[in-house]
């Protein structure tokens, strides 16, 4: 069994700052992209920031500038710090991993149960 667990999500002003974090447990062979997505209300879930397993790194437009991802290898965590928050990054921010759990397994997708980020006016 493998859980992703989200953590760092609230209440913000605009210009504001806050750090996700979300944390790999369970059976767990080799971790490779780790990724934060999110979905705003009445909108599509979007891809914000990937990090693979050897850190290269890649943002939504959007966030550029503003988001950095970032993680802990041996934690098994992965973090979004998000600075210069505007109301437009309100939404349910997800963490998605993609792993290995066993020598035996092919790579699967595993998702966390979602945090909010609500950036008020």
């Known amino acids: 069994q493998v859980q992703l667990v989200e953590s760092g999500g609230g209440l913000v002003q605009a210009g504001g700052s806050l750090r996700l974090s979300c944390a790999a447990s369970?059976?767990?062979?080799?971790?490779?992209?780790m990724n934060w997505h999110r979905r705003a209300p009445g909108k599509q879930r979007e891809l914000v920031a990937s990090i693979t397993s050897g850190g290269s790194t890649n943002y939504a437009d959007s966030v550029k500038g503003r988001f950095t991802i970032s993680r802990d290898n041996a934690k098994n965590t992965v973090y979004l710090q998000m600075n210069s928050l505007k109301p437009e990054d309100t939404a349910v921010y997800y963490c998605?991993?993609?792993?290995?759990?066993?020598?035996?397994?092919?790579?699967?997708?595993?998702w966390g149960q979602g945090t909010q980020v609500t950036v008020s006016s």
């Open positions: 369970g059976s767990i062979f080799s971790i490779n992209d």
């Open positions: 998605n991993a993609r792993l290995v759990r066993n020598r035996y397994e092919s790579q699967r997708s595993y």
